[in-house]
């Protein structure tokens, strides 16, 4: 969970500079900053019941009480789920949503948004321990341009996806994938490699060189 907390706080603080740099700190609550399929007043349902959820925290008691509510984008953003904050994306104009994947990964829009879906649904599985080995995903990440790698809906996919979207390249070889190669030593014997789709050299693939 840890990895996928890092990858969520580093796509707020991007999103947040972003969307406060081009529409102001409050440009969420106008309607005419979103795509033609935004429902603004849903949106603004799911904000408020974000803002309700946290009522008790300090930040949050404090923009209530000295600010009249009022939540720039990134206080707000803060609080958001990576189900919101996918949300939240996916309802920009694609102009926006382009610039942001550009800025930050280096991919375009589509490819973005393939990773959101799978990261809300990844988190989700982990946050209640559900069971990863041989199991099949409903989203399948897109690859950037250039990318050799063809994923499956298997797990070592989602992993892949983890490693281009984390922000720390050396962080991620020490603190991700060579504690992953000591389990996987560990429990070799009880690991079929094809259910989790992991290649021969999956150790190299994961590394950043």
Known sequence: MGTIDEIEIYLKSQISYYHSQKYDAEGYTDSTNYNSKHNHNAF?????ACIAE??????VKHHMNNYGGHFPIWVLIEYFSIGMLSY???DLPNIDKATIAQNTYGVNYQVLDSWFRCLTDL????AHYSRLYYWIFTALPRMPQGEKYIPT???FAQLYMLKLMYPDHKKWNEEFVKPLAKLMRKYKSDIVMA??????????????K
């Open 123 to 126: 988190r989700n599985k982990c």
């Open 195 to 208: 259910h989790i789709d992991f290649p021969y050299k999956w150790k190299s693939m994961l590394m950043y």
């Open 44 to 48: 603004l349902q799911r904000v408020s």
């Open 153 to 155: 809906r298997r797990l």
């Open 54 to 59: 946290n009522q008790r925290t300090l930040v």
């Open 88 to 90: 939240f994306y996916r």
